[in-house]
């Protein structure tokens, strides 16, 4: 069975940084392109970055660009966003997703395995 299992959300001020986990079980991280998503109170849930199978290509959505960054760690069966420099635009729940030997997407729609999503709130 394959399950996600997201952490590392909290409450940071403007400027600050945080750096999400997302842990797989049932499936190895490597052979799967990893989403992350979030969505934000009254939002329709978009997508924020993305990393391929094999690491051959990322997507990160023009709002987080040179402030977010994903890493995956086999070892650990994990993949991680770091996240610079939050602004209070930066604010909902994230959610990362699994999508068997594939290119990254950001269609939501296109990931079959979901976390259970973590919250991030960037107040002053």
């Known amino acids: 069975q394959e399950q996600l299992v997201e952490a590392g959300g909290g409450l940071v001020q403007p400027g600050q940084s945080l750096r999400l986990s997302c842990k797989a079980s049932g499936f190895i991280v490597g052979y799967y392109a990893i989403g992350w998503f979030r969505q934000a109170p009254g939002k329709e849930r978009e997508a924020v970055s993305c990393?391929?199978?094999?690491?051959?290509?990322?997507y990160y959505t023009e709002a987080v660009k040179g402030r977010f960054t994903m890493s995956r760690d086999s070892a650990e069966n994990t993949v991680y966003l770091q996240m610079n420099n939050l602004n209070p635009g930066d604010t909902g729940v994230y959610y990362c997703?699994?999508?068997?030997?594939?290119?990254?997407?950001?269609?939501?729609?296109?990931?079959?395995?979901w976390g259970q999503g973590t919250q991030v709130t960037v107040s002053s």
């Open positions: 990393i391929s199978t094999y690491d051959t290509d990322t």
């Open positions: 997703a699994a999508r068997r030997r594939s290119p990254c997407s950001t269609s939501d729609r296109a990931f079959g395995s």
